[in-house]
C-alpha cells in the first residue's frame, strides 16, 4: 500500500502562482511514476503532468510554459508548481501514484483562480 498527503491548494488572483506538493509513502520500490490530475465541475479528470522516478516529464498542453513538476526522489515528493494561472485552471487537483501493478489516488486540493 501506498499513501498520498497532498497540501498547497488555495485561492489566487489570475496570474498568480501556487505550489502543490505531494508526498509518497509506504511500499516504495525503485521505479514509479508521481504525477498531477485535475477535474473541473463538470468535465472528465484530466493528466496536468506527471514524472517518472528517472526524471523524464509529460505536461498538458494547455500548462506547457505555466506549470513546472519536480521530484525530490529522497522524500518521495513531488512538487507542481503553477504560474500564471488561469481562471481555466480551477479545479480540484489530484495527486497520482502508479507503481506496477497499481495506481493510487490522494484525497484532492481544490485550486480556484478568481479575482
Known amino acids: 500500500q501506498v499513501q498520498l498527503v497532498e497540501s498547497g491548494g488555495g485561492l489566487v488572483q489570475p496570474g498568480g502562482s501556487l505550489r502543490l506538493s505531494c508526498a509518497a509513502s509506504?511500499?516504495?520500490?525503485?521505479?514509479?511514476?508521481m504525477g498531477w490530475y485535475r477535474q473541473a465541475p463538470g468535465k472528465q479528470r484530466e493528466l496536468v503532468a506527471r514524472i517518472t522516478s528517472a526524471g523524464s516529464t509529460n505536461y498538458a498542453d494547455s500548462v506547457k510554459g505555466r506549470f513546472t513538476i519536480s521530484r525530490d526522489n529522497a522524500k518521495n515528493t513531488v512538487y507542481l508548481q503553477m504560474n500564471s494561472l488561469e481562471s481555466e485552471d480551477t479545479a480540484v487537483y489530484y495527486c497520482?501514484?502508479?507503481?506496477?501493478?497499481?495506481?493510487?489516488w490522494g484525497q484532492g486540493t481544490q485550486v480556484t483562480v478568481s479575482s
Open positions: 497520482n501514484f502508479y507503481q506496477v501493478p497499481k495506481q493510487y
Open positions: 509506504g511500499s516504495i520500490f525503485s521505479f514509479y511514476v
